[in-house]
């Protein structure tokens, strides 16, 4: 018989360093004694409104001491935690409610009239506020003491080559064993503190705050990312760690001035895509040490490190996989592929996903005989270190958002008047990458582009909207009437050097 | 669907980090990458003898780089490894073959004759030595690249209060889980270098093995124990941790002079029952930090530990369960017994044996609804500090050896001119406890002391060897006819008290 089962996460933490600091923002800090005491008072007050295990509840919520409060108190209650992000549209939130059969959200005032909106028309959907639980009566709760590794503890909506987003279910195993591989690869001291300036409803924040609480590791939380504010905290506040995307660095880096990192730095976690040269070396005068890492939604956080040492060494490299994790490179025809020669990416272990929320025909395809099917495109090197070449090929990555270009091109082919609609990234100097969109209009019509922007504002979180729209009489397609996107992207190229 | 299955350790570790020492002994330092590619030379060698995946082969080895190489030889075929006591007599040893079905021993020349012995009784065994594994061939071995966690890694040998001992089977997962309780609570630094002076036939070495792979830590190896060999290399090779039963550390202290240990050491883990007052005073003195701790065979090493700060204050407390662990204390009713009663100590966690070999019944009553009943006695205080009151009742601990008194007895019972026959354990300033046999012999029979002793001397280990024969008309039991031990230690302390 194997045992899946281990203490509560919070409650075990209190329990065995309860005066130890769990949490510090904006000027307050709390120990784990008093985050547990808290998140116990709030899942009274939970359980009041109705909330209970294996209720289905949305949290729609900024960075905030508050929001971390309630997420452990779902925690206790046993909840699956739908994690969504505060830059949805209202249509985009609306339908992760519905396809996840949320049955209540939490959210604050600032996003309270959507909140309410939703709750029209999701005639099963509860709305509640933070303000509101505030003023609340809270009850003794009825905790969940045990935690069944393989129990739902989060579901993260990803977008998908298929156009509609999907719920990637993420297990209290799946959170613990990618703070395992993590802490095996990095090492955990007492002194440890780890800055999340990243958003919480990412698996890049919420995985820091499942490290904290395993680990018994403080963490900074910072409302959003502000290089200024983050130099200045790694400095007073002794952080050791910090999760950023490339854009987040190279803004530390500029930002960073004549100072030089202090050498209780010791990590700087760099996810969403390979480092340029450049920022790389700038982060070696600075004395920032750089762990390049490559990790998913569906991998609850990085799955492949790349160490400092090999930084330069394996400049583009993502690294090897962490300890409980294996990678392999599959080429078209089903065979590994060898040393050096490119095929997709697929990689296995304890902390990927079992699957997507209710969605068994996706589960299926992406996971087969325990490996997930990333969709991406890379090799391993002699050594055994990774290169990703294309993340999932069509996958957008601006300011560390995924953008899946189906989605957008969904959301645009259902114009009456378009016909066609292909998007692709293009580089971006401040994001990465922005989308731009290549339409073809139907026969006769003349669309204007500002009316088309308007259209997708209503439809489209701010950062998926396209920075371009490209007119064309016929989008480029193979026999097989597959969108040949490498050939937008070619052509958008070509118009830069032209101009 | 739950991932059970991790690469193999190993291997792992050598492709992560190849360069990092493993291990040092004797003047030797092997990278993991030389103990990976030793021990797949090993793997060949033992192909080449007929050991493959699931063979059963025990293991009668001194502590050595080879037993280590020997040991991760075993692993990356996929055996079961029975690791037997090297104390133990032939007729011990040939049983715990004989119980456990063992297709193979392996051994040195020091035991080989003993082996040999063996493998005339159990004409199924085949016996090798490592002299005889290092003059032979080696071929390219089929090597486990994946580990299943409920896969059996090690079965030990424990005596049980039924006299018989019990293979208790410990799995990949269990070392794992052990092996991360630890990480949580100590933390683990890429600077850390584990000494181990106890045999690896033990948990307590077998466990500082698996977490040298799995953290990538560098562990120093010594033959057996010796205090000033000990304190030389924490100072020469920066030992930082230690595992030590009390007698161990009293030597240590005694004769650590006017030295203080350096800042680097920062973890002396004691097993093995409370320490005194006298010593932990001592340990503070010269600067040890002395983490106490309780656990046994069933939990794979350590499941409840004291941390330094907390070992004044708590005094006599094995401290907290580990992070992954559960720990409750049960009254005679059943019931859960409140803070400060005592009961009996249940444990439960990943790190918990799944049984004994062979012994369905000894597992379903000592392992029920996912807690082991450990039989030991002890109480919580209303900080959740476990004291200890009595290990396991009649256990007696010598020198770190576990000794049950119904094994002794049965040896005894067996003799013709024995019509009863009682252990104890008394106090030792040595040994900690040794055991003292009260015997009644059958009518109008007088029994030499010393005949009795020669007769345990060939069927009994020597710590097991009683130090003194007591000669009673009759025991003391009770009307069920159960052995009163606590009678024969309180007859024991009054005859000390009238000498």
């Given at each position: 018989?194997?045992?899946?089962?281990?203490?509560?996460?919070?409650?075990?933490?209190?329990?065995?360093?309860?005066?130890?600091?769990?949490?510090?923002?904006?000027?307050?800090?709390?120990?784990?004694?008093?985050?547990?005491?808290?998140?116990?008072?709030?899942?009274?007050?939970?359980?009041?409104?109705?909330i209970k295990k294996n209720s289905c509840t949305a949290v729609l919520m900024k960075n905030h001491l508050d929001t971390v409060v309630i997420l452990f108190a779902l925690q206790l209650l046993g909840t699956k935690t739908i994690m969504l992000n505060t830059r949805l549209t209202r249509a985009e939130m609306t339908w992760q409610l519905s396809d996840s059969r949320a049955e209540f959200l939490l959210t604050e005032s600032s996003f309270m009239v959507e909140g309410e909106k939703a709750e029209m028309e999701i005639s099963s959907l509860t709305v509640l506020s933070k303000e509101e639980l505030a003023e609340s009566e809270s009850v003794n709760p009825l905790l969940v003491e045990e935690i069944v590794l393989t129990d739902i503890c989060t579901i993260m909506y990803t977008s998908g080559t298929t156009g509609q987003p999907k719920g990637v279910m993420q297990?209290?195993?799946?959170?613990?064993?990618?703070?395992?591989?993590?802490?095996?690869?990095?090492?955990?001291?007492?002194?440890?503190?780890?800055?999340?300036?990243?958003?919480?409803?990412?698996?890049?924040?919420?995985?820091?705050?499942?490290?904290?609480?395993?680990?018994?590791?403080?963490?900074?939380?910072?409302?959003?990312?502000?290089?200024?504010?983050?130099?200045?905290?790694?400095?007073?506040?002794?952080?050791?760690?910090?999760?950023?995307?490339?854009?987040?660095?190279?803004?530390?880096?500029?930002?960073?001035?004549?100072?030089?990192?202090?050498?209780?730095?010791?990590?700087?976690?760099?996810?969403?895509?390979?480092?340029?040269?450049?920022?790389?070396?700038?982060?070696?005068?600075?004395?920032?040490?750089?762990?390049?890492?490559?990790?998913?939604?569906?991998?609850?956080?990085?799955?492949?490190?790349?160490?400092?040492?090999?930084?330069?060494?394996?400049?583009?490299?993502?690294?090897?996989?962490?300890?409980?994790?294996?990678?392999?490179?599959?080429?078209?025809?089903?065979?590994?592929?060898?040393?050096?020669?490119?095929?997709?990416?697929?990689?296995?272990?304890?902390?990927?996903?079992?699957?997507?929320?209710?969605?068994?025909?996706?589960?299926?395809?992406?996971?087969?005989?325990?490996?997930?099917?990333?969709?991406?495109?890379?090799?391993?090197?002699?050594?055994?270190?990774?290169?990703?070449?294309?993340?999932?090929?069509?996958?957008?990555?601006?300011?560390?958002?995924?953008?899946?270009?189906?989605?957008?091109?969904?959301?645009?082919?259902?114009?009456?008047?378009?016909?066609?609609?292909?998007?692709?990234?293009?580089?971006?100097?401040?994001?990465?990458?922005?989308?731009?969109?290549?339409?073809?209009?139907?026969?006769?019509?003349?669309?204007?582009?500002?009316?088309?922007?308007?259209?997708?504002?209503?439809?489209?979180?701010?950062?998926?909207?396209?920075?371009?729209?490209?007119?064309?009489?016929?989008?480029?397609?193979?026999?097989?009437?597959?969108?040949?996107?490498?050939?937008?992207?070619?052509?958008?190229?070509?118009?830069?050097?032209?101009?």
């Amino acid at each position: 018989m194997t045992v899946q089962s281990l203490p509560n996460f919070i409650k075990k933490r209190a329990f065995l360093t309860p005066d130890r600091p769990a949490i510090h923002f904006e000027g307050l800090t709390l120990t784990f004694k008093q985050l547990y005491e808290r998140s116990v008072d709030y899942a009274g007050r939970l359980t009041l409104k109705g909330i209970k295990k294996n209720s289905c509840t949305a949290v729609l919520m900024k960075n905030h001491l508050d929001t971390v409060v309630i997420l452990f108190a779902l925690q206790l209650l046993g909840t699956k935690t739908i994690m969504l992000n505060t830059r949805l549209t209202r249509a985009e939130m609306t339908w992760q409610l519905s396809d996840s059969r949320a049955e209540f959200l939490l959210t604050e005032s600032s996003f309270m009239v959507e909140g309410e909106k939703a709750e029209m028309e999701i005639s099963s959907l509860t709305v509640l506020s933070k303000e509101e639980l505030a003023e609340s009566e809270s009850v003794n709760p009825l905790l969940v003491e045990e935690i069944v590794l393989t129990d739902i503890c989060t579901i993260m909506y990803t977008s998908g080559t298929t156009g509609q987003p999907k719920g990637v279910m993420q297990t209290f195993g799946n959170h613990w064993w990618s703070a395992m591989g993590s802490a095996l690869n990095l090492g955990f001291m007492e002194s440890d503190c780890w800055l999340c300036t990243v958003p919480l409803f990412h698996i890049s924040g919420f995985s820091i705050l499942m490290r904290s609480v395993i680990y018994g590791m403080s963490i900074v939380l910072h409302e959003n990312f502000d290089e200024n504010k983050a130099i200045e905290d790694i400095f007073t506040k002794k952080v050791t760690i910090m999760s950023v995307v490339s854009t987040m660095l190279t803004r530390i880096t500029e930002s960073f001035g004549d100072r030089v990192m202090p050498v209780h730095f010791r990590c700087m976690l760099l996810g969403g895509g390979p480092a340029p040269l450049t920022m790389l070396e700038k982060c070696i005068d600075i004395g920032i040490p750089v762990f390049q890492s490559y990790g998913m939604t569906e991998t609850a956080s990085q799955i492949v490190t790349l160490s400092p040492e090999d930084s330069l060494v394996k400049l583009g490299s993502a690294g090897k996989p962490l300890f409980p994790a294996q990678l392999k490179i599959q080429s078209e025809d089903g065979s590994l592929a060898a040393a050096g020669k490119a095929g997709e990416i697929a990689v296995k272990g304890p902390n990927i996903t079992p699957g997507y929320l209710h969605r068994p025909d996706a589960t299926a395809n992406k996971l087969r005989e325990g490996w997930l099917y990333t969709g991406d495109i890379g090799y391993v090197d002699q050594d055994g270190f990774l290169y990703v070449l294309d993340r999932r090929d069509d996958l957008i990555i601006s300011g560390g958002e995924n953008i899946y270009p189906a989605e957008i091109e969904g959301v645009l082919l259902a114009h009456p008047d378009v016909a066609d609609a292909g998007v692709v990234g293009v580089p971006d100097a401040r994001w990465g990458q922005v989308p731009v969109a290549f339409i073809a209009a139907k026969n006769g019509t003349v669309l204007a582009d500002g009316m088309l922007k308007e259209y997708c504002q209503e439809r489209l979180a701010k950062y998926k909207l396209p920075c371009t729209f490209i007119f064309l009489d016929e989008l480029p397609r193979n026999a097989a009437k597959k969108l040949l996107r490498r050939n937008l992207r070619d052509m958008w190229q070509k118009g830069r050097q032209e101009t």
